[in-house]
């Protein structure tokens, strides 16, 4: 009995392997993610995006046109690759966001320190923070990965791949949101 088992196990694991590399070459190469030639990296862009540009500035800046995405969502999107991309969210007329979604590893700093979060939000309950003042309290500058006319936001990534994200008033020029993950 316990042979049998043995035998129906090996079988079922061999008709595994068949199964999952049973593509051919042609198939392969289709599901091969496309390298995508870009004007500047993704933070780059980010940098270089102002929420008043038009879609061609947009295009202009990144390098190529958006797409639109189903796995992703339904917004114009210019992807980097399939963990790093760009996207232009519309909430009515005049209220857009550029946000992008990088890869955390690829933003991770060795030498910044994130603050706790009762630290983080005594901070913010004794008025606030600018993001020089963060920057100076964590070591190292954020990644710019969200625009829109009221505010940025930054991240921060740290050895530990915790990440911390802040919101910035753009008017007021402090922190209004600072969430960890």
């Known amino acids: 009995m316990k042979l ?3 035998t129906l196990g090996i079988l079922t694991i061999a008709f595994a392997f068949l199964f ?18 870009s004007n ?3 933070v780059e862009c980010m940098k270089k995006i102002e929420i008043s540009n038009t879609m061609e500035e947009i ?33 009515g007329e005049n209220d857009i966001t550029i946000q992008a979604t990088i890869d955390k590893e690829s933003i991770k700093d060795e030498n910044i320190k994130l603050p706790s979060s009762s630290d983080l939000q005594k901070d913010l ?6 993001y ?5 309290k964590i070591g190292g500058s954020g990644t710019l990965t ?36």
């Open 20 to 37: 999952v590399t049973g593509c051919s070459k042609e198939e392969l190469e289709e599901n091969k993610e496309e390298e995508v030639k």
């Open 132 to 136: 020089e003042e963060l920057v100076e």
């Open 125 to 130: 309950n004794n008025g606030s923070f600018t």
């Open 59 to 91: 295009n202009a800046i990144i390098g190529f046109e958006s797409t639109v995405d189903a796995m992703i969502g339904s917004d114009l999107i210019w992807k980097f690759d399939s963990k790093n991309w760009i996207s232009f969210k519309t909430y």
């Open 146 to 181: 969200s625009i829109s006319k009221n505010s940025h936001i930054y991240t921060w990534v740290d050895k530990n791949s915790q990440r911390l994200s802040a919101t910035f008033n753009n008017e007021s020029g402090k922190c209004t949101i600072a969430s960890f993950r």
């Open 4 to 6: 049998k088992k043995f």
């Open 40 to 42: 500047c990296s993704i």
